[in-house]
């Protein structure tokens, strides 16, 4: 019964002793701050600088294709200018675009690809 007594003092007292450092160290933490970093109300004000965004240089075409299994046997565009976009499959799931190879590398040639495939979710 004496030991744990013993050991629930010697418990009491760590905790209390932890606390107080915690306590004492914020305290200090916070009495170091300027002035000018605290709001009316006694809150220390957050502040932060927004990067710069750099300006794009190059010119960009707000144009693009989207080519899929109805453009197989169409001649594709001779542009390079704009965005493509390639449908991956049949238009069905578990299906293949016949010619996703030809458009595909078609499509690369331009400023942007990507691809699209049709999930059939609800």
């Known amino acids: 019964?004496?030991?744990?007594?013993?050991?629930?003092?010697?418990a009491a007292i760590t905790v209390i002793s932890l606390a107080a450092l915690a306590y004492t160290y914020v305290q200090s933490s916070l009495s170091n701050v300027d002035d000018s970093e605290v709001t009316n109300d006694g809150r220390l004000l957050v502040t932060a600088v927004q990067p710069e965004i750099p300006k794009w240089t190059s010119d960009v075409?707000?144009?693009?294709?989207?080519?899929?299994?109805?453009?197989?046997?169409k001649s594709l565009a001779q542009t390079t200018d704009g965005f493509v976009i390639v449908g991956l499959n049949h238009g069905k799931p578990l299906s293949q675009n016949p010619c996703f190879a030809r458009q595909w590398k078609w499509a690369k040639k331009h400023q942007g690809a990507a691809i699209y495939i049709n999930v059939a979710d609800p």
């Open 61 to 73: 075409v707000a144009n693009g294709f989207d080519v899929s299994f109805p453009q197989c046997k």
């Open 1 to 10: 019964m004496v030991r744990r007594f013993i050991g629930f003092i010697t």
